[in-house]
């Protein structure tokens, strides 16, 4: 007799059923076990791509902000070469307007103008001699008191001012506004 013989059926058929349950587990553990190992790569690729893009992005970002960063070192550089060629005028014109000052203070430069040729003499006008250098022949000049040259002076050094100061605010504005 063989061994299949001598156990009973409902044994037989329990012991297949056991059989039969092994291995189906054992392969659904199998199968869990390789769909765990091929998402885990998937998974694992997803990350490092991931990394990979947000290292560029970083990259990019750092670049760009370089960029910038060089761009407002230069407009910097600019405005400070610009800021100093204005000083540069306005101590240029002060030191001017303060000789000129100083010359008419001394009486070395007389301030005069032009009278209107229809008015009449004796008005304490002068008639100014023909000199070679002279662009003006025989017109009547008056010269001016020394407190009102000095007024003069002081107000065409206000202007001189607010002309440079104006060029230079036009040409920071310009400097700004213009992308480079």
């Given at each position: 007799m063989r061994l299949g013989e001598m156990i009973p059926v409902p044994y037989r058929l329990f012991g297949k059923v056991v059989l039969l349950t092994t291995l189906?587990?054992?392969?659904?553990?199998?199968?869990w076990q390789v769909q765990d190992w091929r998402y885990g790569k998937q998974l694992a690729e997803q990350a490092r791509l991931h990394t990979e893009a947000l290292n560029q992005l970083a990259l990019a970002s750092a670049a760009q902000q370089r960029a910038?960063?060089?761009?407002r070192l230069a407009l910097e550089q600019r405005l400070t070469t610009s800021e100093q060629t204005h000083y540069r005028a306005l101590s240029d014109v002060q030191r001017d307007?303060?000789?000129?000052?100083d010359r008419l203070a001394t009486a070395d430069l007389r301030l005069s103008v032009l009278l209107d040729a229809t008015t009449g003499g004796g008005n304490g006008s002068m008639p100014t001699p023909t000199t070679t250098g002279s662009v003006v022949h025989g017109t009547t000049r008056a010269e001016l008191d020394p407190a009102h040259a000095q007024r003069i002076i002081g107000v065409t050094n206000d202007g001189d001012r607010g002309l440079i100061a104006l060029a230079a605010c036009q040409a920071y504005a310009k400097e700004v506004s213009t992308p480079k």
């Open positions: 189906v587990g054992g392969s659904a553990a199998i199968t910038e960063q060089n761009k307007q303060d000789r000129l000052r």
